[in-house]
């Protein structure tokens, strides 16, 4: 249930900011402007979405014009994903939503108490993608 009312609380701080992107697209931007030039599967891997999932938001992202996909010349049968100049444009309206969200998902939450839950998740976390590989 959570997740779900964070998710409801972060579209309506997008729609409030006038963005054309969904939290999903927005991980994947994320990660591209962590490290760019990344594969799909890559992609995938990283933002925790399986490879179908990943494929559908980037080719979504593409024809928004945020991101370019071209054949890996080192790998034919792959792809590699680049931010393009439309991304750069939202990045900090992005990392200002994400700020945003966080701030009022946590008020009245010591940073002791978010650091221990961070801890906690990421034990669910890994016990998780154990059971998963």
Known sequence: MLAILL???ILRIIA?????????QWIILYHLWNKDGLTISEVANISR???ANATRIIDKLEKMGYVSK????????????????KAEEIKNKVQNCWK??????????????????????????????????
């Open 100 to 133: 945003e969200s966080v701030e009022l998902a946590t008020e009245g939450i010591s940073k002791s108490e978010q650091q221990e839950l961070l801890i906690i998740i990421e034990k669910i976390e890994s016990n998780v993608l154990k059971y998963l590989e």
């Open 7 to 9: 998710k409801r609380q």
């Open 49 to 51: 979405k399986d490879i």
């Open 70 to 85: 071209k054949r890996n010349e080192n790998d034919s049968r792959s792809y590699l994903i680049n931010a393009l100049p």
């Open 16 to 24: 409030k900011n006038e963005l054309d992107i969904t939290p999903e």
